[in-house]
């Protein structure tokens, strides 16, 4: 693994590029940009994930998101989605600019939010000839709709209403205000994805430094509540798509709502058992993502004259 920078318009951002074993500077390979949940950091899931699909022979690149974690932009913390799908569209420029990397066999692996920002730079940005999303995330449509999806979206009037009052008192000077990515506190109303996701991200199991659980409140959620990462699936994605989620869940009508409406070519698969935290460090179920990722992707980011 080494340690990388690479630029994105005037941002600079940080990543950590994995090569396979046994790499050879004069070869030609597959490369994959791995994408980082929401709150997440490269060291995290998408680092495990970057780190085991270079096992299999690809090139991977994991990096933090602009204005987290180690990447530069200003202000720190936020949570901009079209940001974060430019950031993958930046990454695959970078991967382009590696002789070694074939520019026509970049594909894309996002976990949590990270896979639905992952299909949506997919949809537009057709360098990218394949996508897997693990345990899909939606960040627009769960923060209108709720985890479960059972809200209207006009439940999200209030919470806009409160972040435009905090963004007119920070214009007049008050102090930023910050909202965490995952409770802090639980009760016996937390859903259970979020007590694992709170194990997850705020005790030794994967706890990091970059990740500090928090974005900007008024700056992030009028931004996540406006995007829809799937808007106009059904014409523009194109490309081969792999999304796999756990029967157990609550983010799984994500995965099951993009497969009824994609028209190309698509597989589903549905892990018994398996919860949305459980894809990010459970060998069981990374194992089990990884094994499908792997001949999705050597079928479609197969060398030319390697396919059939």
């Known amino acids: 693994m080494e340690a990388i920078t690479f630029p994105n318009g005037p941002i600079s951002m940080a990543g950590h590029l994995h090569l396979p074993t046994g790499f050879d500077p004069q070869g030609s390979y597959a490369a994959l940009v791995v994408v980082h949940p929401g709150g997440g950091v490269k060291e995290q899931t998408a680092g495990l994930y970057a780190r085991r699909m270079a096992e299999q022979g690809f090139v991977t690149l994991s990096f933090d998101a602009s204005h987290q974690g180690e990447s530069g932009g200003e202000p720190h913390f936020l949570e901009d ?32 939010a990270g896979g639905a920002y992952g299909v949506n730079a997919t949809m537009t940005d057709h360098r990218i000839k394949a996508v897997t999303m693990v345990s899909g995330l939606n960040i627009g449509t769960a923060y ?49 994805d979020m007590v694992e996701a709170h194990d997850y991200y705020l005790t030794p199991r994967a706890q990091h430094p970059n990740a500090q659980n928090k974005k900007l409140f008024a700056r992030s959620i009028s931004r996540i509540f406006a995007f829809d990462a799937f808007h106009l699936a059904e014409d523009l994605l194109t490309q081969p798509i792999l999304m796999v ?13 993009l497969h009824a ?13 398996g919860t949305h935290m459980d894809f990010y460090d459970v060998p069981k179920y990374v194992e089990r993502a990884v094994a499908e990722a792997t001949p999705f992707f050597r079928e479609h980011l197969a ?3 390697d396919r059939g």
């Open 303 to 305: 060398a030319e004259g």
């Open 144 to 192: 209108r709709q709720g985890w479960f999806g059972s809200d209207p979206d006009a439940a999200a009037v209030p919470t806009l209403e409160a972040a435009a009052r905090q963004r007119t008192a920070e214009a007049k000077g008050a102090e930023t205000a910050y909202i965490p990515y995952v409770p802090w506190e639980l009760d016996d109303t937390t859903p259970r």
């Open 245 to 257: 989620a756990g029967s157990e869940a609550g983010s799984l009508w994500h995965s099951t709502g």
């Open 81 to 112: 989605p079209s940001a974060r799908v430019e950031d993958v569209r930046a990454s695959v420029d970078h991967l382009q600019t590696l002789d070694y990397v074939d520019a026509e066999r970049i594909g894309v692996l996002g976990i949590c």
């Open 261 to 273: 409406r994609v028209r190309g070519p698509k597989k589903l698969v549905v892990v018994e058992g």
